[in-house]
């Protein structure tokens, strides 16, 4: 017979193992971040190899102009795009392009009044649609069938994805206030039972600065979730629920001071990012196995950045764009085959057109609906 105390000593030895194995990854991370320097004048950094793949016009009528894509997802064979801004309504468009349906404004049963952030559970093949107004999710099939809807806390929420059966992570404008009486902003909560408990994620905003809106601020590659905050330059991964500093963006002169973040307004930020001496923030951030891509601004020039898993060298989209290799588009995603989709405004595709000679099979109007783009891209 085996004995218990043997038996009992083993296990605790396996556990306090496993324990120290998992701080040990927790401490790396936070305490070894890898650095990526971005030199934004650089000249010749070569161009990364672009595939452009298809180019899809979304249908154009009176039933369903987009005024503004605040968010679109690619998935199941359609795309699924939200404005929430001009329209307030969410649109769902077949594979080619074709309209299928739209969210109805209003307050009735299934009706939304004001759609402002949406996750798709794929498990379940259902959308979750936050209306802001109501500070309620309402819960559609991927046609838009209205199945049930769940109040939500009454936080200002920005944006919500799903992580798992039971926890979702909430981008928002919480309130926090320490016991000296000083309100800073948290803007990362994970949501779980439910939205029923919820753990606030330990980054906080500085010098009373409120949550500036991100597109797509998450990315969920392999089971790793990766996400950027407003006001700084990390980029965060989330390990056993906290919040780890993964990567930290380094944009030379560009870069804000620790000191300058901390003190100055939000209206100042802004003023130097607009004027062009300094930017470099991250606003939205994608995982592929072989790229880590940042998109950012500096002056009045959208900015986004490919960084090698492998060589660790880094590359600029625009670049690309510059040469005609692909119009000059917004990244929306990315597929699991690691194909990027985003989307291009049509006068970008007619200049792309005229200035590139392809394509031009497309009879592209300034009219039409955005235009969805899907690519490849390969380290030269």
Not at 168 to 180: C, D, K, M, S
Not at 265 to 283: C, N
């Amino acid at each position: 017979m085996k004995n218990p105390t043997v038996t009992i000593l083993f296990i605790t030895l396996v556990f306090l193992a496993l324990l120290q194995s998992c701080s040990s990854k927790k401490s790396e991370i936070d305490q070894n971040p890898e650095v990526i320097k971005i030199d934004v004048d650089e000249k010749n950094r070569g161009a990364l190899i672009v595939s452009l793949e298809d180019i899809i016009p979304l249908e154009t009528s009176q039933n369903c102009l987009l005024g503004f894509v605040s968010k679109a997802r690619y998935f199941d064979n359609h795309f699924y795009i939200l404005d929430n801004y001009r329209s307030e309504t969410f649109f769902v468009f077949g594979e080619k392009g074709d309209f299928i349906t739209k969210t109805i404004k209003g307050k009735g049963p299934g009706e939304v009044a004001d759609p402002f952030a949406f996750t798709i559970i794929k498990e379940d093949s259902v959308i979750f649609v936050y209306d802001q107004r109501k500070r309620t999710n309402h819960i559609y099939d991927l046609n838009l069938n209205h199945l049930r809807f769940k109040r939500l806390p009454d936080d200002y929420i920005l944006d919500i994805d799903y992580i798992n059966r039971d926890t979702f992570l909430v981008f928002h404008n919480a309130v926090n206030t320490n016991p000296q009486g000083v309100v800073r902003f948290i803007p990362y909560t994970l949501y779980m039972k439910g939205f029923t408990k919820k753990k606030h994620l330990g980054i906080l905003l500085s010098n009373n600065k409120t949550v500036q809106s991100l597109y797509s601020p998450v990315s969920i590659h392999n089971n790793g979730v990766f996400f950027v905050a407003p006001w700084n330059y990390n980029v965060y991964q989330l390990v056993d629920g906290e919040e780890r500093v993964r990567y930290s963006l380094d944009f030379g002169k560009y870069q804000f001071t620790s000191k300058e973040l901390e003190t100055l307004a939000t209206p100042d930020l802004w003023y130097h990012i607009k004027e062009g001496s300094r930017g470099g923030l991250p606003y939205s951030v994608f995982k592929t196995d072989d790229f880590l891509v940042i998109i950012t601004r500096i002056g009045d020039k959208i900015l986004t950045y490919f960084w090698s898993n492998d060589s660790k060298k880094i590359f600029c989209l625009n670049d690309c764009m510059d040469s005609n290799l692909i119009p000059d588009c917004k990244i929306w995603g990315v597929k699991p085959d690691g194909t990027f989709y985003g989307m291009v405004d049509p006068a970008q595709l007619i200049k792309y057109q005229q200035s590139s000679g392809l394509h031009d099979g497309i009879k592209a109007s300034e009219d039409d609906n955005p235009y969805v783009v899907f690519f490849k891209v390969v380290e030269p």
